[in-house]
């Protein structure tokens, strides 16, 4: 069974939104596009490279598809397109769009059911960058096997949160940490069943 692996851009309050550039998505007014990009350094593209150095397909929501397709195939290797660009795309949508993306094809019917066959199917692992309601439907249907998480020094006040509209309870083991210079931290964290809860009282 091919493994499922997520990687997110988040600030410190939640925040999703847009981390790339003003021009990804500036819905509901969100006007700080490009939070994460004075944040780059060698350490964070490491973290990238360790995730994409090696053969994988894309799971994309739709309007992280639509970004993505805007903008990685005219972008050039040095860029880190290549990986992207090779990948099979598969993309969940509650209508039928045209995916001009060269190998694209759009995930039919439901998406955990859809999601859940790909993942039994022969092939690389499965990556999902961004798309943060997919996300939210894949971590409660139990589909994600890691969530790598780079948390930025960042409170942005507004925007698309990660939970937003809540999230499926669920307990996460801590894999690994690092710490770039620039104050990010780069987590990978698995799924680990229901919360347990108690109390300090006596």
């Known amino acids: 069974m091919?493994?499922?692996i997520t990687s997110t851009f988040m600030s410190l309050d939640g925040?999703?939104?847009a981390p790339g550039g003003p021009e990804e998505d500036a819905s509901g007014g969100f006007a700080l596009?490009?939070?994460?990009?004075?944040?780059f350094d060698q350490s964070v593209g490491?973290?990238?490279?360790?995730l994409m150095g090696h053969p994988f397909d894309l799971v994309l929501g739709r309007k992280t598809y639509d970004i993505f397709a805007g903008y990685w195939p005219g972008a050039s290797e040095e860029?880190?397109?290549k990986p992207l660009n090779d990948a099979v795309k598969h993309v969940a949508s509650r209508s039928t769009p045209e995916l001009t993306w060269p190998r694209s094809q759009l995930i039919e019917g439901d998406v955990v059911e859809g999601v859940r066959a790909l993942k039994q199917a022969d092939g690389p692992e499965l990556q999902v960058h961004g798309s943060g309601d997919l996300l939210q439907t894949l971590l409660g249907a139990g589909l994600v096997d890691e969530l790598r998480l780079l948390t930025f020094p960042v409170v942005l006040g507004s925007g698309?949160?990660?939970?937003?509209g809540g999230a499926a309870p669920t307990a996460m083991e801590l894999l690994s940490s690092r710490l770039s210079s620039t104050g990010v931290v780069m987590s990978v964290y698995r799924a680990a069943g229901a919360?347990?809860?108690?109390?300090?009282?006596g």
């Open 2 to 4: 091919r493994k499922l």
């Open 15 to 17: 925040v999703v939104q």
């Open 33 to 39: 596009g490009g939070w994460t990009v004075p944040y």
């Open 46 to 50: 490491e973290f990238m490279d360790d």
């Open 79 to 81: 860029e880190g397109a």
């Open 160 to 164: 698309k949160r990660l939970f937003e």
């Open 195 to 201: 919360p347990q809860t108690g109390s300090f009282g």
